[in-house]
């Protein structure tokens, strides 16, 4: 079975800061990998698709890269409404249990 | 723009079954090019994935819930259903629906319902 493990599950940093996610799988998953943003009491959203592909309407300062088994989501230089949490999605299989990463917690510092 | 909303009872009884609908606007479900999704989250933990289906009604399980879970669709209306039997309170969770593009992404989603398990 395909695991996926998305660290750090918690992270804390200051406007302006840039930080890294990372999302690594335990087989090979070319770039059937997503990224969304959940912010308090909201549904997720998707933000970037193909492990590199930002959506329509999604700031700049989000980027992803990776393909094979790692993958990490950038925020350049974070906006207060960045805070949020982060979660990692795989295509590859079939939905299952291992769809998801854990997620990361975005806190300000 | 495509919009999901879900429905359905905010309480149910432990061994009782869920029931919630989907309700696609702006769109037709009528479409090959997507399945319909459930995911679920309990208070203060991760997304976890329960199932979808396609146009043709096949549908893919999360192998935790399989034996509890069916999702079907209704063309006529416009919307997918999700029933899971026998809950207990483990079950209480936000239940999102959501579009689903096969080797792609979860690209719209409904607002979420909150479901209690509880007597």
């Known amino acids: 079975d395909l695991q996926m493990t998305q660290s750090p599950s918690s992270l804390s940093a200051s406007v302006g800061d840039r930080v890294t996610i990372t999302c690594r799988t335990s087989?090979?998953?070319?770039?059937?990998l997503n990224w969304y943003q959940q912010r308090p009491g909201k549904a997720p959203k998707l933000l970037i698709q193909?492990?590199?592909n930002l959506q329509s309407g999604v700031p700049s300062r989000f980027s992803g890269s990776g393909s094979g088994t790692e993958f990490t989501l950038t925020i350049s230089s974070l906006q207060p409404e960045d805070f949020a949490t982060y979660y990692c999605?795989?295509?590859?299989?079939?939905?299952?249990?291992?769809?998801f990463g854990q997620g990361t917690k975005l806190e300000i510092k | 723009q495509v919009q999901l909303q879900e429905s359905g009872p905010g309480l149910v009884k432990p061994s009782q079954t869920l029931s919630l609908t989907c309700n696609v606007s702006?769109?037709?479900?009528?479409?090959?090019?997507?399945?319909w999704s459930w995911i679920r989250q309990p208070a203060g933990k991760g997304l976890e994935y329960i199932g979808r289906?396609?146009?043709?009604?096949?549908?893919n399980y999360n192998p935790s819930l399989k034996s509890r879970v069916t999702i079907s669709i209704d063309t006529s209306k416009n919307q997918f259903s999700l029933k899971l039997t026998s809950v207990t309170a483990a079950d209480t969770a936000v239940y999102y629906c959501?579009?689903?593009?096969?080797?792609?992404?979860?690209?719209?989603w409904g607002q979420g319902t909150l479901v209690t398990v509880s007597s």
């Open positions: 959501a579009r689903d593009r096969p080797y792609s992404s979860l690209d719209q």
């Open positions: 702006g769109d037709s479900i009528n479409t090959a090019t997507y399945y």
């Open positions: 289906v396609f146009l043709s009604g096949s549908t």
């Open positions: 087989q090979t998953i070319s770039t059937y």
């Open positions: 193909a492990a590199s």
């Open positions: 999605q795989q295509s590859y299989t079939t939905p299952g249990m291992s769809t």
